[in-house]
């Protein structure tokens, strides 16, 4: 079992900046890929950030390329997301995901490659 705990989320204007982080336990943390989804009210969860276990590769949502960075740090199995020029269409709640023994990227953006999901953290952009 994976227990996957996000924080960092929380209100900032449009062009600002937020740093998320999933705190992870229960497995050999570096044998997996991670990921980020997020989903909008009203809409369907959709694929934002994957990087691979040993952070090597990584791929992104063609609507936060450039302006997301997902990394991790094995050490501290926790992942991350750095989030800059914020706009108001990021509004969603976002959830940190687990690829268990699986360590590649490869079809990251599918949210039935993961097996295990974090309770979300709620992120605002004002305009």
């Known amino acids: 079992q994976v227990q996957l705990v996000e924080s960092g989320g929380g209100l900032v204007q449009a062009g600002g900046s937020l740093r998320l982080s999933c705190a992870a336990s229960?497995?050999?943390?570096?044998?997996?890929?991670m990921g980020w989804f997020r989903q909008a009210p009203g809409k369907e969860r959709e694929f934002v950030a994957v990087?691979?276990?040993?952070?090597?590769?990584?791929a992104y949502a063609d609507s936060v390329k450039g302006r997301f960075t997902i990394t991790r740090d094995n050490a501290k199995s926790t992942l991350y997301l750095q989030m800059n020029s914020l706009k108001p269409e990021d509004t969603a709640v976002y959830y940190c995901?687990?690829?268990?023994?699986?360590?590649?990227?490869?079809?990251?953006?599918?949210?039935?490659?993961?097996?295990?999901w974090g309770q979300g953290t709620q992120v605002t952009v004002s305009s």
């Open positions: 229960g497995r050999t943390f570096s044998n997996s890929a």
């Open positions: 990087i691979s276990g040993s952070g090597g590769s990584t």
């Open positions: 995901t687990f690829r268990q023994n699986n360590p590649t990227i490869l079809g990251g953006a599918l949210p039935g490659s993961y097996a295990y």
